[in-house]
């Protein structure tokens, strides 16, 4: 997939998913071993502009499920923001451990909608 493919890919679930007010910027990186799923990941900066980075070698298929999984984690944004907002007001000996928590149910969410999309497609192709 070109950086153009991935770009066009990703607006498309910006798109889809009605999240018009982010600025998405994306980026393909060199490099090898960066072919899975847990390769690209998304930077959120100020405002609504997030940068969504992946691995040029991996496959189009595994760019096409990074582009989903990646979207899906600006579509959660403002929720775990605000849980981690909620989280700093914590004891310090907790908050750690519940800033992990949120990461880790976000990032199981994510992986459960991109594996129940990528499915429906399937069905429907
Ligand atoms: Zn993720």
Do not use: C
Not at 86 to 103: G, M, N, S, T
């Amino acid at each position: 997939m070109t950086e153009k493919q991935f770009h066009r890919e990703v607006q498309r679930w910006v798109e889809r998913f009605r999240l018009q007010e982010w600025d998405v910027q994306t980026e393909m990186l060199e490099g090898e071993g960066v072919s899975n799923e847990d390769a690209s990941q998304v930077l959120f900066y100020k405002g609504h502009l997030a940068l969504i980075a992946t691995g040029k070698s991996g496959s189009a298929e595994d760019q096409q499920l990074s582009a989903l999984h990646e979207v899906l984690h600006i579509a959660l944004h403002r929720l775990s923001e605000i849980a981690h907002r909620v989280a700093k007001k914590l004891p310090e000996e907790l908050r750690a451990e519940i800033d992990e928590q949120i990461q880790m149910a976000e990032e199981a969410t994510v992986i459960r909608l991109t594996r129940g999309i990528t499915e429906l497609l399937e069905e429907g192709s």
